[in-house]
């Protein structure tokens, strides 16, 4: 499975987990940027032809990925809807969103809180740029912010998700994973 960076492969790995599929049947890559998917796709070919290749993308990398697709062997004029058959699902803004929307900013919070990051948190507000901002994208930005703080989150917000309350294009993925062996 591709993923743009360590906090998606750690959301990725941590929804595999929760789903029970058999970590030595799959591989989650962090590919360090979605512009580094080409090479990735190349060296995954030219390794193992028979792997099934997956992946995460954000809206906005929809051409990158389709391209990359494109020029490993994978169809043609790809479009978000190719790429889910393809098994690679797209996000809206990028990963943390579509945690933070499916988990809610209550719950969210809490899994802050219980981290022991709320004064951090709470001290966002201060800061001009971010004072009438919404408490949605205040977390996001605080996710963001913080040395390493997007990838301690990602699989503590994936823990939190009641049941069926995954992210769909995150769900998609481990479940396409499942499907063709990964479980």
Same mark, same amino acid.
């Given at each position: ?11 990725? %790995?941590?929804?595999?987990? #929760? &789903?029970?599929? +058999? =970590? @030595?049947?799959?591989? /989650? *890559?962090?590919?360090? $940027? ?61 990963? %943390?969103?579509?945690?933070? #929307? &499916?988990?809610? +900013? =209550? @719950?969210?919070?809490? /899994? *802050?809180?219980?981290? $022991? ?67």
């Amino acid at each position: 499975m591709l993923v743009e960076g360590e906090s998606d492969a750690r959301a990725v %790995e941590a929804l595999a987990r #929760r &789903a029970g599929l +058999d =970590g @030595a049947s799959y591989v /989650v *890559v962090a590919m360090g $940027g979605v512009t580094n998917v080409g090479r990735h796709l190349r060296e995954l070919v030219d390794e193992r032809p028979d792997a099934l290749v997956a992946g995460l993308c954000d809206a906005g990398e929809v051409d990158v990925v389709a391209r990359a697709l494109t020029r490993s062997g994978f169809g043609r004029a790809l479009d978000r809807w190719d790429l889910a058959a393809l098994g690679f699902f797209v996000c809206e803004a990028d990963l %943390e969103d579509e945690l933070l #929307r &499916a988990l809610g +900013d =209550g @719950a969210a919070l809490e /899994v *802050v809180e219980g981290q $022991g990051d709320l004064r951090s948190f709470h001290a966002m507000p201060e800061q001009a740029p971010h004072r009438d901002r919404p408490l949605r994208q205040r977390l996001r930005r605080f996710l963001g912010s913080g040395s390493g703080r997007k990838i301690r989150y990602a699989p503590l917000l994936v823990e939190a998700l009641p049941a069926g309350a995954e992210p769909a294009p995150l769900a998609a993925l481990v479940a396409h994973v499942a499907r063709w062996g990964g479980g």
